[in-house]
């Protein structure tokens, strides 16, 4: 990124950039949060983000030796979190949001999670995020979000799950068999849209396709939109939430209910826009395009464009193809890239390929930097709009058909749609079908309290990390006429452990000072391999303790003294309190003994 502004202001001049250049001075004047690289360019690493993560549980737990009151230690933690830029610890009581604030992996993936998005949003406001330069996310972010996704992937199948059967499989075997796999997940998809589709046709219902834009002030456009207000592609997603929930309150109070799909994806500069399929009788087609059209464009109607690119309408015709066929190419591009051939976007006027990049050995494809977008901006690609929950289809999955035999018939019938049967028999056979599915809950337009089938829970006992109480858990399906006849889904109690070891995780010491010796040789956990790519740009790597373990003495085994001078210095850099003292009188009085 450094590399790259060099050579814009060597190429066009400083002075054609103020406003580029002070966006880097307020960069570099800012101390409170973690630098996005050191003097040298040097991106930040897992271990600065860890670092920091240190000192505010320092400072945290300074606050709490000071400060006398609950109120007094919350609006301190407060006032130091928007200090680091990051929201404050939620939670449903005050002793929750103190742990929270006390626990250092907390910080971590707080900070991590600021720096991450501080940093893509300085490459679109500095215009490197476009389609000249990194479509959709830059280049480092992607490398970032890359180096995590793997470190999660390796850290899941490290862990094993055991149920009480004594079935043990890796925590990633699980998570295949779930919507987290892009394949499950897209197949998914693709049923949900075509059941929506046979119900429309069936009800003679008329496929719209919407395509809903921000206001130029939330578009960077390289950098040289001189209206960008330098809104993230967050706010951005913010504003069409907003803009939808005043759409679907209108579209209620005139007794309008479509039921479909909406899919976010980026511009080449990041900002969101909303693509919907939304099926509606045709009688109140006209009544929607008006509320739909109204409130797309009401802020900002008056800049030049907004009625002819804030908001598009296509209308599904049967001649040209189904609704299904028209939006597969959104859910594939904007899940793993199956079956688009090129990927192709549509922006000012023209159309533009977007090509695979090559970083080292590394190939960055169009899809996967969509995918990077959502996950370092935390944005929901896919939502369901209207129908039946999906909650329930899944739930139902898990309910085994000799359990059903006494149960009501829509019941059965909403259980025998989600079912899938996998066999070479044609007569034996079957998919899951969404539109059975709806049909049995009401059907595509049904409103969540006329659902004829729910998901039933149960009260459980969590002992969490911040929290001990009891938290509904799904157990399995009732019909909403006999909601005391619960049909009971498959569902296991799993024990997880690490592989690496025989014996459960081992959690951290409570303290600062470990009571237990051991290897003084670990590594973090939350910590993944160096980023991919020819050389390290930021993504979390691999540290080794320099401290001696445990209460290990001069002369003892694994005792150094490189180590223990590492030790007073960590700890004076990073402890609130002058600890440098205190630390040599505890080596010279355990060296005495």
């Excluded at 680091?84 to 006390?102: L, N, Q, S």
């Excluded at 509606?280 to 929607?288: F, Q």
């Excluded at 549509?346 to 090559?358: A, Q, S």
């Excluded at 210095?569 to 205190?582: A, D, I, L």
Aim: charged content about 25%.
């Amino acid at each position: 990124m450094a590399r790259a502004m060099e050579a814009v202001f060597a190429r066009e001049g400083k002075a054609k950039h103020q406003a580029k250049l002070d966006i880097i001075r307020d960069l570099m004047a800012d101390v409170d949060r973690i630098p996005l690289a050191d003097d040298k360019g040097r991106m930040a690493t897992a271990r600065d983000i860890a670092v920091a993560a240190e000192k505010c549980v320092r400072a945290v737990s300074e606050l709490c030796y000071q400060l006398m009151t609950t109120d007094a230690i919350l609006a301190a933690v407060d006032e130091l979190c928007a200090r680091r830029g990051i929201a404050p610890p939620a939670g449903d009581t005050d002793d929750e949001r103190i742990k929270r604030a006390a626990d250092e992996a907390w910080w971590r993936r707080h900070l991590r999670t600021e720096w991450k998005r501080r940093l893509e949003h300085t490459s679109i406001q500095l215009g490197l995020t476009y389609r000249t330069t990194d479509p959709y996310v830059s280049r480092e972010v992607a490398a970032v979000q890359a180096a995590q996704n793997q470190a999660n992937a390796d850290l899941l199948a490290r862990q094993i799950a055991t149920n009480e059967l004594g079935q043990q499989f890796t925590l990633a075997e699980l998570a295949a068999k779930g919507v987290g796999n892009k394949v499950n997940r897209r197949n998914e998809l693709m049923t949900r849209i075509r059941g929506f589709e046979e119900c429309a046709s069936a009800l003679r219902h008329v496929g719209l396709f919407w395509t809903i834009t921000c206001p130029s002030k939330f578009h960077s456009v390289g950098g040289t939109n001189p209206k960008y207000n330098g809104a993230t592609p967050r706010e951005a997603q913010a504003y069409l939430v907003d803009v939808y929930a005043r759409i679907r309150a209108a579209l209620h109070r005139a007794g309008i209910r479509p039921y479909g799909f909406r899919i976010a994806e980026p511009h080449t500069d990041g900002c969101p826009h909303w693509h919907m399929l939304l099926f509606v009788d045709p009688a109140r087609v006209n009544d929607m395009e008006m509320i739909v059209t109204a409130y797309a464009i009401k802020e900002d109607e008056e800049e030049r464009g907004a009625h002819e690119n804030r908001v598009k309408l296509v209308r599904m015709e049967a001649d040209k193809g189904t609704a299904a066929g028209y939006i597969v190419k959104y859910v594939c591009k904007n899940i793993d890239g199956t079956g688009v051939g090129d990927h192709k976007v549509f922006e000012n006027g023209t159309t533009y390929t977007i090509v695979p990049d090559l970083f080292g050995n590394v190939e960055l494809t169009p899809s996967a930097r969509v995918t990077y977008w959502s996950q370092a901006w935390g944005i929901r690609q896919f939502q369901q709009i209207g129908g039946a929950p999906v909650g329930v289809w899944r739930e139902l999955r898990r309910v085994k058909g000799e359990a059903l035999l006494n149960a009501p018939e829509a019941v059965r019938a909403a259980h025998a749609a989600a079912q899938k049967i996998e066999s070479t028999d044609p007569n034996v056979a079957k998919q899951a079908d969404w539109a059975d599915y709806l049909w049995a809950q009401g059907g595509p337009a049904v409103m969540r309290k006329a659902l004829a089938v729910r998901v039933a829970a149960r009260d459980v006992e969590i002992n969490g990390r911040y929290k001990v109480g009891m938290q509904k858990k799904p157990v399995g399906v009732y019909a909403a006429a006999y909601p005391l006849e619960v049909y009971e889904g498959v569902h296991y109690r799993w024990t997880i452990s690490d592989g690496r070891t025989s014996a459960a995780r081992i959690s951290r010491p409570r303290t600062g000072v470990n009571n237990c010796t051991g290897s003084p040789a670990w590594t973090r956990p939350e910590c993944g391999s160096p980023t991919p790519g020819a050389g390290h740009s930021g993504g979390p790597v691999h540290h080794e303790r320099t401290h001696n373990a445990g209460f290990n003495r001069p002369g003892d085994k694994g005792w150094s003294k490189a180590a223990d001078r590492d030790t007073v210095e960590r700890f004076k850099r990073h402890s609130p309190r002058h600890v440098g003292s205190h630390l040599q009188h505890l080596q010279r009085k355990y060296a005495d003994e």
